[in-house]
């Protein structure tokens, strides 16, 4: 599931009137001929696409009537013959489609309330992501070429400043919004992304009855439930994996007055552009009792690439791996779902920090060791 919205492009939404009963769902598909299926899936228990209907195009269009929707659900529209998906919810209201051939993911769709909603929130993250990733080409680009380190700096506040928007948008998309759908794959991406799993925990608890019924907010719970083990505030999964070297290292051997826990890989471009900066931090604060421990997800066979990358990026503390990709029983211990992740502890080991980047992470650091 955390992968269906990274996979989508965003479609524009205009509102339509609600039906009392049931609904259908249409839409005019040029250039495909006659004959061609159209399939409708929606998520099943497991949260996999299942196929509930189908129709034949006839005169380039096609029409489904639907019976009523006691509970919405994530549907899906498949063409066939044509790579791709268009994404809607289901509502109790006409819902269009223009179909394009060349294009599936960008096809116009046109609902009611839950889908304008939903493409609502896509956009928001189409242009989140278009913004994000300019930030991180002109890092890239300055730190390939010994740039500024002023100009790094001001790169990655603004990036923080674009997450710290993004969590905000969404935490009011799922607070406005406790009967919608949307809110159950708007707090789906906040976990996924690595928010606080108690500001989230506190918007789930804030949904309606039928909502958390749905598999999919059954999964989110399940989920939640897991992360409480690494909510600030807890102790930090104790752990032991062998470093380049082989030799076992133990969490609770490493510890400092302050030590981060930082989830990373060699392949993994965000991380590779974090780096810098823990180690800027490292340098400055090692000395006053700041330790850092890098848990690598390189890949099985591939410890030369992992090796490489602690050279080349001057990463002089401690480093384990299991070279076991997502599997890594460290990364599954402390519910890895996206890299970079990292956690800071105090001298006991309690979280006292989640996935702070850039200048937030040197200004905790220094709040933690002045105290």
């Not at 960008?106 to 609502?120: A, F, I, M, P, R």
């Not at 600030?232 to 999964?237: D, E, R, T, V």
């Not at 900066?277 to 066979?301: A, M, P």
């Not at 076991?324 to 006292?352: C, H, S, T």
Request: net charge negative.
């Amino acid at each position: 599931m955390k992968q269906v919205l990274i996979a989508i492009a965003v479609l524009t939404v205009l509102g339509c009137a609600k039906e009392k009963e049931g609904f259908s769902i249409s839409g005019d598909l040029k250039n495909i001929e006659d004959g061609k299926m159209v399939f409708l899936s929606e998520l099943d228990a497991n949260n996999q696409p299942k196929i509930i209907d189908s129709v034949a195009v006839k005169d380039e269009q096609f029409m489904l009537e639907l019976p009523d929707v006691t509970n919405s659900n994530l549907n899906f529209l498949n063409v066939e013959g044509l790579r791709g998906n268009v994404l809607f919810i289901s509502e109790n209201a006409p819902i269009e489609f223009k179909i394009f051939k060349d294009s599936l993911p960008s096809s116009n769709v046109k609902g009611g309330k839950e889908n304008e909603l939903l493409y609502d929130y896509l956009g928001h993250i189409k242009e989140l992501n278009t913004k994000v990733m300019k930030i991180r080409t002109d890092l890239r680009t300055q730190t390939t070429t010994s740039g500024d380190p002023a100009a790094i700096a001001k790169l990655q506040k603004e990036e923080e400043g674009l997450r710290n928007s993004d969590l905000i948008y969404k935490k009011k998309v799922a607070k406005e919004n406790p009967e919608k759908y949307v809110s159950l794959l708007v707090l789906t991406d906040m976990i996924n992304v690595g928010a606080p799993a108690n500001e989230v925990r506190e918007l789930y608890d804030g949904l309606s009855e039928n909502l958390k019924q749905t598999s999919i907010a059954k999964m989110l719970k399940e989920n939640l439930d897991k992360r409480s083990v690494t909510e600030i505030g807890s102790k930090a999964p104790e752990f032991t994996a062998p470093n380049p070297e082989g030799k076992e290292i133990a969490l609770k051997d490493v510890l400092g007055k302050v030590t981060l826990v930082d989830f990373w890989a060699a392949w993994c471009k965000p991380c590779r552009l974090e780096n810098p900066n823990i180690v800027n931090v490292y340098n400055k604060y090692h000395d006053k009792g700041f330790n850092v421990i890098g848990v690598s997800l390189d890949r099985e066979g591939q410890k030369d690439k992992w090796t490489q990358a602690i050279e080349d990026d001057n990463l002089t503390w401690n480093h384990v791996s299991n070279l076991q990709f997502w599997n890594d029983p460290v990364a599954k211990m402390y519910n890895i779902r996206a890299i970079p992740a990292a956690f800071l502890l105090d001298e006991n080991g309690i979280i006292v920090a989640t996935n702070l980047r850039g200048e937030a992470l040197e200004t905790k650091v220094k709040e933690l060791l002045e105290k």
